[in-house]
């Protein structure tokens, strides 16, 4: 189940809607249905707060004004292993490329 914290992304009519984060989830008075508190990422910034069953949160499809909807949790993709040569820096410089740290550039 998705936790607190955990990005998703919220399909409507099967479609991608908008990336969320969710910022809270407390148990509703009824068995296995929760209030989840959801941050959508977009512009401008807006907080809802839906009742969901768990296997909602967990990516089952609802309903919602009689149109469907869906969560689905958004894990980081691993990056590539640059060490055995099978994927290529990007950029101008293709492995010529240095860290610049931002805090030194601050006390410029």
């Not at 509703?28 to 959508?40: C, Q």
Request: glycine content about 8%.
């Amino acid at each position: 189940m998705a936790v607190e914290n955990d990005l998703v992304l919220v399909y409507h009519e099967g479609n991608p809607l908008t990336f969320a984060r969710i910022e809270a989830i407390s148990p509703d008075i009824k068995p296995d249905w929760y209030h989840v508190k959801l941050l959508l990422l977009q512009i401008p910034l807006q907080v809802v707060t839906w009742i969901l069953r768990d296997l909602y949160i967990n990516g089952d499809t609802f309903t919602m004004g009689g149109k469907e909807m869906r969560l689905e949790l958004v894990e980081c993709p691993d990056e590539p292993d640059m060490d055995d040569g099978s994927a290529k820096p990007a950029g101008p410089g293709k492995g010529d490329a240095k860290v610049i740290s931002l805090a030194d550039l601050k006390k410029r």
